[in-house]
């Protein structure tokens, strides 16, 4: 049984203060983590680290840079959190192991993502739990552009026999416009009116960006918050499922 999950980065930032991990949220998500039996891939996002570096340099999904130096900067401030995130992960006993994007990713000119996943299945088959993150990703025509933690969830979900994936945010679930979790997404337009973007300072498109792609996977998807990550890792369905296209 293979789970990829992906940790936002708004459960383990703050996400309004530049590169402020939030240590307790980290620990609790890291003790759940440690908690789970089967393989498990893990991802997270940039919150105060990545999408600060990006937006301070005027890159996003659609925003390139051709500028090495900026690209690396925003690829650092990723390895810092990244850092943080392995650290917490090790503290609580999983062999955690970092996958880092710009190294190995890239897109074509529509966007499309290239993830290649040998270095990922064989860390599994070892015992790892490898580690990816959204990262500055190399793109046909544009240089460099962000690329999010929730498209390579994807990209993993497709390339790899995954079973089960989700998505831990700091909301209960995808809410509707009264402020409900929505049990179960089928079509985009059930929802259109009540995602939107991010609150905080995002660059890759918050809620309904991660709803459309989930609903192009074949698997269903699962979007909770912190209280339903053990409840999820448990094979449970906390928060909203996201119906894949089967
Ligand atoms: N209908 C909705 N239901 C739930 N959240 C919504 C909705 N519409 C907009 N949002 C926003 O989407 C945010 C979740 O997306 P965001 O990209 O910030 O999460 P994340 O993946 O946890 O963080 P990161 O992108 O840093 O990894 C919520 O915090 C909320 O501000
Ligand atoms: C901003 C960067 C570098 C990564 C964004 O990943 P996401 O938070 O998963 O959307």
């Known amino acids: ?29 890291a003790s759940a983590v440690a908690a789970h039996e089967g393989d498990l891939v893990l ?41 943080a995130v392995l650290d917490a992960l090790h503290a609580e006993g999983v062999e955690a192991l970092p996958v880092r994007p710009l190294s190995v990713a890239s897109r074509d000119a529509a966007g499309a993502l290239s993830l290649p996943t040998g270095s990922v299945a064989t860390m599994l088959e070892e015992g ?9 990703v190399a793109q046909a025509g544009s240089g460099v552009t962000i690329t999010s933690g929730d498209d390579l969830v994807v990209a993993l979900a497709r390339e790899l026999a995954v079973d089960r994936v989700g998505l831990c945010s700091t909301v209960p679930g995808v809410l509707d416009s009264s402020g409900e979790v929505i049990d179960r997404i089928e079509r985009f337009s059930d929802v259109a009116d009540a995602v939107g973007d991010s609150d905080a300072t995002d660059v890759t498109g918050g809620m309904a960006a991660k709803v459309e792609k989930l609903l192009a996977l074949s698997a269903p998807a699962h979007v909770f918050g912190p209280d339903g990550l053990s409840a999820f890792l448990a094979g449970e369905s906390p928060g909203t499922v996201v119906a894949g296209r089967e």
């Open 1 to 29: 049984m293979t789970t990829v999950l992906k940790l936002g980065g708004s459960v383990v930032t703050e996400k309004d203060t530049p590169e402020t991990v939030d240590d307790d949220a980290l620990a609790r998500a």
């Open 43 to 83: 991802v997270h996002g940039g919150g105060s680290f990545g999408h600060h570096a990006a937006a301070e340099r005027g890159v996003s999904t659609a925003e390139g840079t051709r500028s090495a130096a900026d690209a690396v900067a925003i690829h650092d401030a990723m390895g810092r959190l990244n850092g």
């Open 128 to 136: 790892f739990t490898p580690v990816l993150h959204g990262d500055g």
